[in-house]
T-cell receptor, first 112, second 114 residues
Framework: QQQVKQSPQSLIVQKGGISIINCAYENTAFDYFPWYQQFPGKGPALLIAIRPDVSEKKEGRFTISFNKSAKQFSLHIMDSQPGDSATYFCATPPRGADGLTFGKGTHLIIQP | NAGVTQTPKFRVLKTGQSMTLLCAQD?????MYWYRQDPGMGLRLIHYSVGEGTTAKGEVPDGYNVSRLKKQNFLLGLESAAPSQTSVYFC?????????????FGNGTRLTVT
């Protein structure tokens, strides 16, 4: 089964700081790398995704950076806010099946 | 639109009992998925369906069965529940393949097996 290794497992950042979460993958069927955000008691929701025809994608305060040679991609949250406190999952499409293979998640806490 | 609706929200079972979790989506999506979420394990795919009448195994299918008799519904069954199946179960749907369109998740069913 394809592995997606996500780090750190938990992260505490001061309000206004930069939150950085990293993912490394082994192989993927398609070049598509999404990040999902999950609040307590809710299902995950797509936050931002990248296709590596570009090395970086920015949407508001959220940026994905992608390094194909290193098989790594990361999520940067600029000017982190308490409302960003959530669990974040990276994911990749697995070979030979549909759906997404998710990382184990990062529990992010933004301290006011 | 309600999106993806899961019922029930909570359930407690005794070992050996059976139950069915219901997922309904009103977005006319072709693809539907069942995931389980356990602390420190992330989301793991149990079964999925690429259209009405189809099902396929995911990463952790043992102990579960599924059916997709109608396009809008995807049922997850536990024939003989075990404590290892204590988890939060999420259903999701997508318009196309997961590498091509976002997954829309329900709010989960919290299942405890004693």
């Amino acid at each position: 089964q394809q592995q997606v290794k996500q780090s750190p497992q938990s992260l505490i950042v001061q309000k206004g700081g930069i939150s950085i979460i990293n993912c490394a993958y082994e192989n993927t069927a398609f070049d598509y790398f999404p990040w999902y955000q999950q609040f307590p008691g809710k299902g995950p929701a797509l936050l931002i995704a990248i296709r590596p025809d570009v090395s970086e994608k920015k949407e508001g305060r959220f940026t994905i950076s992608f390094n194909k040679s290193a098989k790594q991609f990361s999520l940067h949250i600029m000017d982190s806010q308490p409302g960003d406190s959530a669990t974040y999952f990276c994911a990749t499409p697995p070979r030979g099946a549909d759906g997404l293979t998710f990382g184990k998640g990062t529990h992010l806490i933004i301290q006011p | 639109n309600a999106g993806v609706t899961q019922t029930p929200k909570f359930r407690v079972l005794k070992t050996g009992q059976s139950m069915t979790l219901l997922c309904a989506q009103d977005m006319n999506h072709e693809y539907m998925y069942w995931y389980r979420q356990d602390p420190g394990m992330g989301l793991r795919l149990i079964h999925y369906s690429v259209g009405e009448g189809t099902t396929a195994k995911g990463e952790v299918p043992d102990g579960y069965n599924v059916s997709r008799l109608k396009k809008q519904n995807f049922l997850l069954g536990l024939e003989s529940a075990a404590p290892s199946q204590t988890s939060v179960y999420f259903c999701a749907s997508s318009r196309n393949r997961a590498d091509n369109s976002p997954l829309h998740f329900g709010n989960g069913t919290r299942l405890t097996v004693t």
